[in-house]
C-alpha cells in the first residue's frame, strides 16, 4: 500500500507513464544511427581502410603480413608500427603461445595487436575494442582480399 502510494506521487510529480514504450527516444536513436551508413565497396584496400577506420571510430588501422611488411595502413607510420606490432606480438606469442590479442593502454589512446587468419592488424583509439569488434573489422578486411584475391 505505501509501495503504490509513493508510485502514484512519482508518477504524478515526475509525469513518468510506465505503461507505454518511449517511442520519442527510440525514434532519436534510430534516426541518429539512419545517418551513420557507411558504403564501404571500393575497389582500393587503403580506401577501404580508410573507411573502416570512420566506421569503427578508431584513429588507425593498419595492416601486415606476419613478417612485418605493411598491407594497408590509414597514417604515414605504418611502416614503423607494423615492425612494433609484429614484433612485439611475435614476442608476447613465443612467451604465451595462445595469446589472441595484445592491448596497451598508453597515456592517450589503446593500441591492440591481434592476428586474423594469415595478417596482423593493428589498431590505435581512444577507448579498448572488444575481441568481437577488431574480428569484424578484420573480417571486413580479409573478405574485399578473398575477393580481389588475384591483386594479393
Same mark, same amino acid.
Given at each position: 500500500?505505501?509501495m503504490g502510494f509513493f508510485k502514484r506521487i512519482s508518477t504524478k510529480l515526475l509525469g513518468m507513464d510506465e505503461t507505454q514504450p518511449a517511442f520519442d527516444q527510440v525514434n532519436a536513436i534510430a534516426d541518429m544511427f539512419s545517418h551513420l551508413n557507411f558504403d564501404i ?27 612485418? @611488411?605493411?598491407?594497408? @595502413? ?19 606469442? %613465443?612467451?604465451?603461445?595462445? @595469446? ?5 593502454? %598508453? ?19 581512444? @577507448? ?6 577488431? &574480428? ?12 580481389? &584475391?588475384?591483386?594479393?
Amino acid at each position: 500500500m505505501v509501495m503504490g502510494f509513493f508510485k502514484r506521487i512519482s508518477t504524478k510529480l515526475l509525469g513518468m507513464d510506465e505503461t507505454q514504450p518511449a517511442f520519442d527516444q527510440v525514434n532519436a536513436i534510430a534516426d541518429m544511427f539512419s545517418h551513420l551508413n557507411f558504403d564501404i565497396e571500393t575497389d582500393d584496400l587503403k580506401e577501404l581502410v580508410k573507411l573502416l577506420k570512420k566506421k569503427h571510430l578508431v584513429d588507425s588501422i593498419v595492416v601486415t603480413k606476419r613478417n612485418g @611488411s605493411v598491407i594497408a @595502413s590509414t597514417n604515414g607510420e605504418g611502416m614503423k608500427e607494423a615492425i612494433t606490432g609484429t614484433a612485439l606480438f611475435n614476442y608476447i606469442s %613465443s612467451e604465451i603461445p595462445k @595469446s589472441q590479442s595484445v592491448l596497451i593502454k %598508453s597515456k592517450d589512446d589503446w593500441y591492440m595487436i591481434f592476428p586474423f587468419k594469415e595478417r596482423i592488424y593493428i589498431v590505435r583509439a581512444g @577507448s579498448n575494442l572488444t575481441t568481437i569488434e577488431l &574480428k569484424a573489422l578484420a573480417r571486413e578486411v580479409e573478405d574485399f582480399i578473398e575477393r580481389k &584475391k588475384e591483386i594479393f
